[in-house]
């Protein structure tokens, strides 16, 4: 059934804006709502409003393995930044990036990517860096950052957000529209509660990274990998016998960071030597809906999933898996990600997943372990070797299948994935406070 919206033409005095998208029901609503509370625009509340904007300067940008962390769109999440994967810039080209630097107590929005994510620039350790599609909010002294990302994460914040996408080439918000933004003035009593329930949630979402990390470091350590350095060599030497045999001849697939970590993982078994493949088929039926999992359904930062549902005449050709709950599921594109997930179990009813997964049936504490492992530079160095394509690189069934998984001592494994387990639970808190 059609949407549409009647308006005046005293509506449209000032409006640069005059297609129907922007006047749809739902923003006339929320218009409504704003205009019977005491509000004020971001720019009244901000000291700046500001982006890097100076694009012929990105071409200084060098991602090296250590030194000032850089910010992308895709490090932004509801509420926080996700520094799992951050890439870093020298001290050098931060000095001349030094307009689009990150400052503790500033508001990060996403005007790009998905577009409207807002954080708290929340204890920093040391300086950082943002892309030039992250527009930067310097609240006034007695606005809190925390209360304003969490309205500009809530229904009304994304509506604004929403109704001002512009899309030519690539979906995009201007800091124009971004500084007009209307927010609530409540009482301070509200404001506090709301900036404290904020705060709870960061601190919750601390420890729950805190756990995983300690997971991570104790199976690292238990391999005398804490300090590997998978530096990349410009050259190899290699027998004749060994290219035949892999099937290749490129100089990257002979790197000997990669012998260095298999010479480690002696007593190891391949992971089809663990787990079994779950290679259940859906029968879709084209007027059903279903719960569709895909490849960008996966946090590479934490491992958490999502789904979207999706009509089954709507699916994509490679949607077949069908999902009973509790599956390891393994992104076979772009694998060194580490997209590698954990189905809850509650999952059963008419879920399916992407033929670009490779998945498995686990229990736990495997589950758990294996996880860790594969989302560890153990896992990310045995799936980045095989990979094919430069743009879009991506392995096979095979491929994983054939990932050498390290046999630590049960009570060893066993600690481990707890501590992942209470890592995912702490998240889950997190995310319902």
């Not at 590997?228 to 490129?250: G, P, T, W």
């Amino acid at each position: 059934m059609a949407v549409f919206s009647i308006i005046q033409k005293s509506q449209l005095e000032g409006a640069k804006r005059l297609d129907a998208e922007y006047y749809q029901p739902e923003y006339l609503d929320l218009e409504k709502k704003l205009d019977s509370i005491e509000t004020k625009t971001i720019d009244e509340l901000s000291k700046s409003v500001v982006s890097f904007g100076a694009y012929s300067l990105t071409s200084y940008l060098e991602w090296q393995d250590s030194g000032v962390p850089y910010v992308n769109v895709g490090d932004i999440h509801e509420g926080y930044i996700d520094t799992s994967n951050i890439k870093h810039i020298s001290e050098k080209v931060d000095e001349i990036l030094r307009k689009s630097r990150v400052n503790n107590g500033q508001v990060l929005l996403t005007m790009a990517g998905t577009i409207g994510n807002a954080a708290v620039a929340h204890n920093l350790p040391r300086s950082m860096n943002a892309n030039q599609a992250i527009a930067k909010i310097t609240p006034i002294d007695d606005i809190s950052p925390y209360y304003l990302v969490a309205f500009l994460n809530s229904k009304y914040g994304q509506l604004q957000t929403q109704r001002e996408i512009v899309s030519s080439v690539q979906a995009n918000i201007f800091l124009g529209p971004i500084k007009k933004f209307r927010v609530p003035l409540f009482d301070k009593a509200s404001a506090s509660a709301i900036e404290n329930k904020y705060r709870d949630f960061l601190k919750t979402l601390e420890h729950s990274q805190s756990l995983y990390a300690q997971a991570e470091n104790l199976l690292l350590e238990q391999l005398g990998l804490k300090d590997f350095k998978a530096d990349e060599d410009l050259y190899s030497i290699v027998n004749f016998s060994e290219i035949k045999l892999a099937s290749r001849m490129d100089a990257e697939y002979f790197q000997p960071k990669y012998e260095k970590l298999l010479e480690i993982l002696k007593q190891s078994k391949p992971l089809i030597g663990l787990v079994k493949q779950a290679k259940r088929r859906a029968e879709i039926i084209p007027q059903k809906e279903y719960s569709y999992i895909e490849i960008s359904d996966v946090n590479a930062g934490s491992g958490e999933v999502t789904s979207n549902s999706v009509l089954g005449k709507e699916l994509p050709t490679n949607a077949k898996i069908k999902i009973e709950g509790g599956e390891l599921l393994i992104s076979k594109v772009r694998p060194t990600r580490g997209a590698v997930t954990i189905i809850p179990m509650d999952w059963k009813k008419d879920f399916i997943a992407s033929g670009a997964f490779s998945v498995f049936d686990v229990s736990y504490p495997m589950g758990e372990y294996l996880q860790i492992v594969l989302r560890s530079l153990i896992g990310k160095l045995q799936m980045e070797r095989p990979t094919t394509g430069t743009s879009y690189p991506t392995i096979t069934d095979a491929d994983v299948e054939h990932i050498l998984i390290p046999i630590l001592p049960e009570k060893m494994q066993q600690k481990i994935a707890k501590l992942v387990r209470e890592s995912h639970e702490a998240r889950k808190k997190a995310k319902e406070l």
